[in-house]
Every structure is written in structure tokens, then in C-alpha cells.
């Protein structure tokens, strides 16, 4: 009997994740892949493989119906669609399970409760769940959200309706700025999700985002496994995450799984979703949103409670329940950093490009999950997430330590990367002492780490040392003009000597 | 062999000599490197110094003499120069020196949205285009005042990184 | 105030494991190197590195002066012995004392106390701790031996004295090898322990070797951390290892952890440190001997356990406590496969040489420890380890599926590798279930895993296509006529298609 | 392009033709297998068959046509032969039956003991040398049964793969 197939309505690393479950469950792995991705990692490391269009998500990856026919014509039975793309779209689901494939996911109507942020807010308050002021519908126009602000207050947070993943969200400080703001982010919903509603909200400053892990079953158990710390985002964009969060005492702990645990059991809630809710200073707690898949950073959760969630929500859509009667103990402390492809010295400025020379930290308490090897090109056309690091430690100063190891041992040429971001990141006094807001990183400024001396005086040395090679070889004809090796992708440099910035 | 160092920012050139067996010995800014150098395989060095310090770095050296190096944890970027180079560029003036005259795309994207037009006079830091790249809208600035002599794109249209978005009109500042 | 250093004195994957716990620690690593290891991974990740002579280890790695003086020069405080080489050497901790230095394992008396298999037999007996029946003494001659084994019987096991690690012992069956055997484990004796002196013991067939983690610090406590299956033996070399034994009961287990702490006390022990056991079929277990220092093993106890073993010997040996009051709970269960660089192919033969593409397995529940990376060179001189796969798993199913994923995952290139070996041994019925001995894999055959027929004719259209490509740009005259990439110090291929076996 | 396939052990050949754009078409034993095919960089491709089935092979062809395949995690090893080269073989009477006049160094290594003479007569599988590689004692043994002629190494001495240990006399079976 051959093995039932499972395809990922993906890319990137989460595809490469995907398939590392369905390796551990004895599924064979069926991707789907854009004109940009025929060389991705995802395609190479899965059994099938079918090409759905040319680079641009909305010709191929959001393209349900050439994702339905891949799935009939490999014979995939089940179908996980990952997050981002049609991850939270009731729709699609409805529509794979019509077409007779298992969906890895919550139903389609959990999906469709919790998918409209302003449905979502409505049930949530039904249930009794406290939520933040808000819209209760999407604006028509820039003047009912002016009208919103002036009867709330400002500064306004402006969201797609049908956004998550810190994609399509927007600041609105005053009055002035509401009909740009407006059209931005209608336009990037409309880009992302293909639904270009918004509405806006109240945005409680000094606020924490902390979100709880939920998992339900077809039995009706609904278990949350601890909170997550993501409060520093950039440009509404989580950078870094913990579990747990050095802000949540036990007591608030579980007062926060129980409300998570009650919006999941409003909605029928069954497989991996993520209650997200600001923390204020206070202490009080308001929920955000839900989001009905699995999350990027999940990781941090399974490396502390010991679980394998995607291998969770495969099981559970198969019929099967979850592995776990009660809440696994939670151990020690990780970390998670996404690395981008960007470039901290230019505004963090997108940058794709193919990659060189890549060496990934290893070594106890690492896990790297990425989409991509050395010789891969990262596409200008899909998010900039390369990989993700992840760290596990017995306690958050050790977490850390081992977060600073693995960011100094890695490499990765060719394109800009993050890591010099986080280097300095995780040594600031505040970051340290957990004493941060999702609007920290707003006003904080990147400066690069400073190493000895000796160090920036080795890499003049190397450089020199190297082009003397080159310069030998040159003249005895034993090379072409310009140098080898895999580096030379990289742009010139930039910014002042020694430290690039 | 002799190179100029030039750091961007750093009016003041420094200068490097080295000498290489395996053994080496560098002089930077008057004080001397010296120990035992290894290129692991192209582009990655090991030095071990005499004081037994030991340096992994990863070095790009392009043919217009730029650098992009990366040593514990860091990045670095310089530009080296021969002694030939070197003159070559003294006598032009050198690189830096040069007015920009257009906007040019610092990376591959797609070109949403066009914020000026021939004709705008533009100040320093004022948006004049946005690109979506990766999923973000970023918007490209005026690298200085000036008069907009053309724009050379469209909205919709894709873009690779080193063309020319905007002309500036000559002197128009 | 600049932090610490710890001289290293070993190299390869050991080596760098201990640089990471540094880097955890904020510690500077200092590395020593032999002339075949200037480029190594040890090297190029130490802030330090000291040249101590030619490749062969007896005019390097073993070379006590050496090691020293590097330490002194580069005003290292610690030292780290590692495992092999000097790590069980009494007199070289003596002198690393005597140096000021801190030596990061147990007091020079607890290592020669154990160190030797006799005195160390002695003191065990005396502590009422069961061992297998063998002699007191080394033996003078082979004479000896055979009236040992008339004595007590054939088989005999004979064992170098100052060894460990599974290196210099050598089975004898009948009194007409003994003479032949005593020789040759001698002459190996020597070379890897600068030490000639060997004994015989009683070989128990059928028993597997189960061996207790113990970890002591200078407050006297002495606790112990599970135990660890290591039954797969190759040339009485481990090849697997697991935590926990499924061959263990909770009761035994607690047994055995009782005698391995007496053990430990009996010799004050302070450090981590193993106890090693025959456990019969019977039930019955029998110590065989103590390995003073940290063991290749030792990442599946920290998987399971959430300790850092490295760490806390460093600690201790700052004179701190470890982090524990009491042993931490287990965690689900973990697997080592040791990737040695031999060819499954003929015979498990070394092979040497350049490592060219390399992929590591990543994600979820896997830890890779290796010693080198792409384009490094494995060089003849040392023992042919160069990387190990740990996986953890909720249960030891979840790790077995794991450990297959991470070897199907893996690619190293350029070099043979014990990766198919592991793969068909993963798939055999009796190591699932656990039925296994200490001569398991005596009798056990490798076949390679047969996979899928698309695969070889996949394979074998690749080539046509390289080749392909390859004539057509010589055609053009691109290319030179050697075919480029990185494979090329592959041999040529053995073994009849399909598979290579 | 035509290829002629051998495969140690099996006395038949097989035949491989392949036609390419990116989209390939492959013969083998009859069976077609066609569908896309990409070079993900030297030596790496990525096969997706018209079925959808996707398979990554990393291939070395050596120059003498022998190929080392790697693929879901399994080794392969074959020889492939071009038109012009398999003629050249099928002329000399193939590679493999020749009946071996000596014994090589599988791997690189040091000499420990000796243990056959000029003049020994010795059977297959009877150890002739001790070599230590990588810490390990390596029985080599006799390849057939024969007559010593020559020992062409003695102990203490390092050797490389392929050097020659001992050479036979000629017929001395």
C-alpha cells in the first residue's frame, strides 16, 4: 500500500516544514510550486511536484483551482495550506474538502468566524471575551474611519479585514493622514489577500502582543499550550519571539489560556490556531484577533512544551486525536529570530538575490527551519523570510546567550541579511530586561555591533591578502578577470570602514 | 604589494602592505599584522596572528576594488585600490566627489505608484516614487533638491536594481 | 575586563561542541592544531589557535608540553580536555594543575582511579559494586591470558588497560588466537594510548551495554541522569546510541542509577562522568568500567534531560555548583547516529578526503555535531567520525521516524559515509524492537535500502543529462575536460546498479 | 544523445537516450520517462516527470563515464558510456576481464606489518598486509589465489589509494 499524499498549498520554509511532518508521519509530500520556485528547496525535497503558474502569488499560489487540480492530479489526499496565501480562506477550504481532500485545518466555518477581523470581534464579545475598541464593519470610505478617530481618539491601527501575519496594518497618528493610510493599506490587502476591506481600531500604547497556542480536536478538547512574547515587531511585523513570555506570571498564565481556551471552544475550534491579544501595561488583556493555522512562529512553543503541532494537526484532520489528554509541562525557554532577506544598513530594504557561501549554526539547543540552501535564489516576488532560527535554553538568560552564538557562527552571503539587526538587538539593555512594547522597535535605531579591532584590521588584511592572490593569478593567466567564488552577488559595499552601517 | 584603503565617510585614506608566504605580514595604519594565513577555500581566510589570535574572514573583493567582508559576526565594507587605481583615481577626483543626477533603484521591484513628474522641483528626502518589492510598498527618495528632468518608469512596470527611475535637469539645485 | 579562555586540547567535532558551550558561556575558545588541521572548523571558529606539530596525534594532539606552552601563550585559564587523546590522562590533569591552570573534569586521583580497568576493577569490587569476572593485573604475556581463559573459559575480551572509548579491545574465541590478539590489541594500545599494558576479561554474550550519566560537583553531590542504550556496536566501536533504553524498567533504572552514584563517590568524583555496564539478559548488570571525561554520547542525555553537559562541567570546574538540586525529568526519548567517514560499500573501509556538497538534516527535533563543513578535508590521520545526527522524539517512535528523516535528508558528498548503513539498520525488525546485544552486529549484514524503481532510472537520466551538458559545452569549448562541481573526488563507482552495495 | 549503461554484476547492458530542452525525454530499457528537468547548480537536477513524481538526483560523471548518483538517500554507482567510447571498449574486450595482477591500496593509508614474501603461494581472502587508516587496523587480502612476485612496501611506510602493494606472478594461480 503506498502512502496517502499530502499537498502543500505552500512555499518557502513553511513548505520545507511541512514536509519534515509528513516525513515523520510516513506521508509523501506533494508540492506546488511558481514559475520562480522550480528549483526551491520545498520542490526538491518532496516526492511530487506541480508547477501552477508564473511568479506572482495571485497567478499561482492563490490560484485555488490550479491547487485543487495539482492535489487531484497527484492523487494527494490531504491538503495543509500553511499560513499566509489561502491559509484563511474559508473559501478555498470549503472548496478542498467539497473536492474530497482532507483539510489540515480548522472547519470552514471556524475559519470564516474568526477570518473577518470585525465578524471575529463580534462573537468575541458575545462570548464575553474583553476586546479593544474597534470598528464593528469595514469602513466605506477614509471619512468614516476619520469619523471613528474622532469619536475614539487617535493614534488608529488601519487592518485588512481578511489580513494577519502583521501584513496589511497601518498607524494612523491624526486626522491629516487618514485618506493616504487608507489607500495604502487597501491596496496592499488587495495585493495580499485579495480582499481589499479595512477597518480600524484603538491603538492602546505601551501594549504588549502576547498570543496563546491553542489546539483542539474532533473529541472537543480545546488545549492551550502557554503564551508566546512577540512584541517587537517591525512595521507591524513580529521579528523576534519567545515562549514564554517573562511578562506573564503563572497566575496570568492561565487566566490567558482560559479566555483563549473559551474564544476557541465559541467557534468549534479544531487543529493548531493562535489567540492573539494585547497585554497592557496594566495588566489588563484585549483580544486582537485569531489566527485559524499554524503559526510562523510556533517553533518556540514546541521546543518548550514538547510537541510536534504540525504533526498534531495532520493527526487530528486524519480523524485522529490529538496526542495529548492535558498540557504537556513546559521546559526552559526558546527563542525565535526571522532572519530576512534585507539589508539593515539601508532601511532594511528588500534584498533578493541568490545565495552564496551559507553557514548555518548548529550545535545543542538550535534549530534552524529554512526554505532555502547554499546556490538558492531568494525571489523578489514572496515574502523575505529565509529561515528561522530558533533556540532552546534551560533558562531565558541561557536562550539568549544561545540565540547570540547561533547569529555569530552563521553565514549567509550573498544577500543582506538580518543577522547583523539581531546581533545588536539582543544585546540592548531593554530587550535584555524583557522591558519592550510592539512599538519598541519604532523608535529604536540600528546600530551595528562593534567588534575588537583586531578584527576589522583582519578583514582589511584578508582583503588585501585576497586581491594579491587574484592579482598573481591574473597575471599568470590562471583566472579570468573577475574574481570566483560565490561571493560576487554581493553589492558593493557601503557605509563608513570597519563596520558597515 | 600596497593598497589604499578608502572607508566611506573617512576623508582620510589608509593604506595596507602585505607580504604573504603563508606566513604574512601587514602594515595598517603604521602597526604591523603579522602570522600565518590560510585561505580555506575561495574567499575564506583563517589568520592566526603571532600572539596566537585567530580570525575567520570571509572576503568579496569586486573588480572595481569593493569590498564586503564578514568577520565575527560583522559586516564590513571598504573599497581597496592598488597603487595603480589609486592614481588613476586621483587624477579624476576621485568617486565620491560626483553630483548625483538620477535616481536609480537600489533594488529589483515593481514600480506601484510614480510621485513626480517632469518639471516638479523635489527636495531632499521627498518621496518621488514607490516600490513594491517582497511584499512591502518602499518608497524611494530624493537623494537631493532638484528639478525633474524626466521619469524614465512607470507604475506597474518591473524594475532591476541599478535603473534609472528619475533624471535630474543639470545643476538644478 | 576580557573574558576567560579555555584552551581545547582535541579537535574535530568534540572540539567545536565545547566552543559552543563557551560561546554560552561568554568564555573565549582557544583552539591547538595539528599541521593536517590548520584549516579545520575548530580552528576557524576559536578566538585563538596554537599550532602543536606534525599530524600523527602522538606528535601533536598527544604531546602534553605542547598543550601546555599554548595554553601559557595565549593566557588561557581552562583547559578542556575533551575525549580521547590526554582526556584520561592522570598525569597530564596533574600537570595541568600544577601549570595554574583549571582542569575541566575530575581530580587527577578520581581519573586514576578509573583509568586503569584493573585498579579500577579493584575499587569497584570493594565498593560492593558487581563486575564481570576477569583478571587483576595486566597480563605480562600472552600465556597469561590463555591461562585466564582455561580458567575461566572462552570467549575472551581483551581490553588495553589505559583505553576507552571502545578503541584497543579485541574478542578472542579459542587459545589458539591469543597470541596473534595479544599482539595486535598491544601494538593498537600503544599508538592511541601511548600505553601497552592489557587484560582479558569474560565475555558475556548477549548482554547489551547500558550505561549511567553521573554528574558531580565539588559540594559532594553526585546525581544521576538516566541511562543511555549504546548496544550497536561495530568493532566494539558504538555506532547508535539511545535515551532511554527501552530495555529498562523504571525500577532498574533507579538500580542502576544507585550503583553508578556509589560508584562516582567511591572515587569522589566531580564532573560529568559515565558509568558503564553489561546489562545480561537476565537482568543482572555488571560495571565494566567508568569514562572519566565527556562521551561522544552525551547529547542524547541532554536532549532528554535539558541539561547541557559541557556547560555544567565548566561550571563545576569554576569551583560553581551544578545548575541542579536533583535530577531534572525526563523528556520523551533521543537517538545518536555516529556518521563516520567509511564505505558501508567495502567492508566499512575509511575514507578520507574532501567533503564537497553537504546538506544537514534541519528542523524539528534534529541536532547535528560535526567537526567540518563543506569543503573541508577529512583528513587519515584521526579517528573517521564527522558528524552526529541526534534526534529527539516524543517517544522512541517519533525519534526513529525522525532519525530516518534526518539521514534521508542528509547529503555529503565527496567522501563515503555510514549514512546508508544506518538507514537499512533503522529499517531492521529487530533494532525497532529492540532486540539487541553487544554482538548484534556481528552477525548483521548491511544491505543498502532499496528504494523506489523511479529513483535509479532517475538517476541514471541524470546522468545521461550531465553528461549531456558536459559534451555539449566541450562541444563549445566552455569547459575544460574535466567535469566541474564539487564531486569530482568521488571514486569511481562499485557495485552493481541500482544500488551500490 | 545515445548512452551505453553498465552495471557492475549485470552482464547485459542497458541503453539510455535522452533528448533535452528543459523538458527532457528518456529511454531506458524501453520505458519512456519524460517531463521537466533543471540544474539547480553543477550536478544537482531536479527531475518532475509528466506524472508529477519529482525526484533530486546529485550526479558526479567522472571522465572515464563512471557516475556516482545520489537519491532519496540512496548511492548508486554505473557506468555510462558514450556511442564512441562503448565501441572503443566493445574492441578491446571490455574493462572487467582482466584478471588482477596485483593488489592496491584501497584507501590511503600507513603500512603496519607485512605478511606475505616474494615466493609465498597465497588464497583468496588469506590477509597479506596490515594497513592503519584513520586509527583503524585494515586487514588487505589476497584477490585471488596466486604467487607473490613482488612486495612493494614495507612497514612504516604511508601509501595512497590505488598504489600498489604486491604484485603477483603472472599466471600463478
Known amino acids: 500500500m503506498s502512502p496517502p499524499r499530502l499537498l502543500i498549498a505552500n512555499r518557502g520554509e513553511i513548505a520545507v516544514r511541512i514536509i519534515r511532518a509528513c516525513r515523520d508521519l510516513g506521508i509523501s509530500p506533494v508540492a506546488v510550486y511558481s514559475e520562480a520556485d522550480r528549483g526551491a528547496l520545498h520542490v526538491r525535497l518532496s516526492d511530487y511536484a506541480v508547477p501552477i503558474g508564473p511568479p506572482p502569488a495571485r497567478e499561482s499560489y492563490l490560484v485555488a483551482d490550479r491547487i485543487l487540480a495539482a492535489a487531484k492530479a497527484t492523487g494527494a489526499t490531504l491538503l495543509h495550506p500553511g499560513f499566509g496565501f489561502l491559509s484563511e480562506n474559508a473559501d478555498f477550504a470549503r472548496r478542498a474538502i467539497d473536492a474530497g481532500l482532507v483539510w489540515v485545518g480548522p472547519a470552514p466555518a471556524s475559519i470564516a468566524a474568526m477570518g473577518s477581523k470585525t465578524e471575529s470581534r463580534q462573537r468575541m464579545i458575545a462570548a464575553g471575551v474583553p476586546v479593544v475598541p474597534g470598528m464593528t464593519t469595514p469602513a466605506e470610505s477614509a471619512g468614516e474611519i476619520a469619523a471613528f478617530g474622532r469619536e475614539n481618539g487617535f493614534p488608529l491601527l488601519l487592518k485588512a479585514a481578511a489580513g494577519g501575519g502583521g501584513k496589511g496594518m497601518r498607524v494612523v497618528r491624526s486626522e491629516p493622514e487618514v485618506p493616504e493610510a487608507f489607500e495604502r493599506t487597501r491596496s496592499e490587502a488587495k495585493s495580499y489577500f485579495a480582499d481589499d476591506r479595512v477597518y480600524a481600531e484603538l491603538l492602546v500604547e505601551g501594549a504588549r502582543h502576547v498570543e496563546v497556542q491553542i489546539l483542539g480536536d474532533a473529541t472537543g478538547r480545546v488545549l492551550a499550550l502557554g503564551e508566546r512574547e512577540c512584541s517587537l515587531q517591525r512595521r507591524h511585523q513580529k521579528v523576534l519571539e519567545e515562549c514564554p513570555s517573562a511578562a506573564v506570571s503563572p497566575d496570568l498564565r492561565a487566566r490567558m489560556e482560559s479566555v483563549a481556551v473559551a474564544a476557541g471552544k465559541a467557534v468549534d475550534y479544531v487543529s493548531a490556531g493562535t489567540v492573539e491579544f494585547l497585554l497592557a501595561k496594566d495588566g489588563r488583556f484585549f483580544f486582537l484577533e485569531m489566527n485559524t493555522r499554524i503559526q510562523v512562529e510556533h517553533p518556540v512553543t514546541e521546543m518548550v512544551y514538547g510537541v510536534d503541532l504540525v504533526v498534531e494537526m495532520i493527526r487530528i484532520a486524519q480523524g485522529g486525536e490529538m496526542s495529548m489528554k492535558e498540557k504537556p509541562a513546559a521546559r526552559g525557554h526558546a527563542i525565535q529570530c526571522r532572519i530576512y532577506a534585507e539589508d539593515p544598513a539601508r532601511g532594511f530594504a528588500p534584498s533578493p538575490g541568490r545565495i552564496g557561501r551559507l553557514r548555518r549554526p548548529q550545535g545543542p539547543g538550535i534549530r534552524v527551519d529554512s526554505g532555502v540552501e547554499d546556490g538558492d535564489v531568494v525571489p523578489l516576488d514572496y515574502d523575505p523570510m529565509v529561515a528561522k532560527f530558533i533556540v532552546w535554553g534551560k533558562d531565558r538568560d541561557e536562550a539568549f546567550r544561545r540565540m547570540r552564538r547561533a547569529l555569530s557562527e552563521a553565514r549567509i552571503e550573498g544577500i543582506e541579511t538580518s543577522i547583523p539587526f539581531f546581533l545588536s538587538l539582543l544585546d540592548d539593555p531593554d530587550v535584555v530586561a524583557n522591558r519592550v512594547s510592539t512599538q519598541f522597535l519604532d523608535d529604536w535605531t540600528w546600530e551595528p555591533h562593534r567588534p575588537p579591532d583586531d578584527v576589522a584590521a583582519a578583514s582589511v588584511v584578508a582583503a588585501a591578502l585576497s586581491a594579491m592572490e587574484a592579482s598573481r593569478k591574473r597575471r599568470k593567466g590562471t583566472v579570468p578577470e573577475a574574481p570566483a567564488g560565490g561571493l560576487s552577488a554581493w553589492r558593493n559595499a557601503r557605509g563608513p570602514f570597519g563596520v558597515r552601517e | ?173
Open chain 2, 1 to 173: 604589494m600596497k593598497f589604499q584603503v578608502r572607508v566611506p565617510g573617512e576623508s582620510a585614506g589608509r593604506e595596507v602592505v602585505v607580504t604573504a608566504g603563508p606566513a604574512f605580514e601587514a602594515t595598517l595604519d603604521g602597526a604591523v599584522l603579522s602570522g600565518d594565513a590560510l585561505e580555506v577555500r575561495p574567499g575564506i581566510w583563517s589568520l592566526v596572528t603571532v600572539g596566537g589570535r585567530q580570525i575567520e574572514v570571509s572576503v568579496d573583493v569586486g573588480k572595481d576594488g569593493a569590498v564586503r567582508a564578514a568577520a565575527a559576526g560583522t559586516l564590513f565594507g571598504f573599497e581597496l585600490l592598488d597603487a595603480l587605481t589609486a592614481r588613476a583615481l586621483l587624477a579624476t577626483g576621485g568617486r565620491t566627489a560626483r553630483k548625483a543626477r538620477h535616481v536609480v533603484a537600489a533594488m529589483p521591484g515593481r514600480v506601484l505608484r510614480v510621485l513626480a513628474s517632469p518639471g516638479d522641483r523635489v527636495a531632499q528626502g521627498q518621496p518621488v516614487l514607490v516600490l513594491e518589492a517582497m511584499k512591502m510598498e518602499n518608497e524611494v527618495k530624493a537623494p537631493r533638491d532638484g528639478v525633474v528632468a524626466s521619469v524614465e518608469v512607470a507604475a506597474g512596470q518591473a524594475v532591476s536594481a541599478g535603473d534609472v527611475l528619475l533624471r535630474f535637469e543639470a545643476g538644478g539645485e
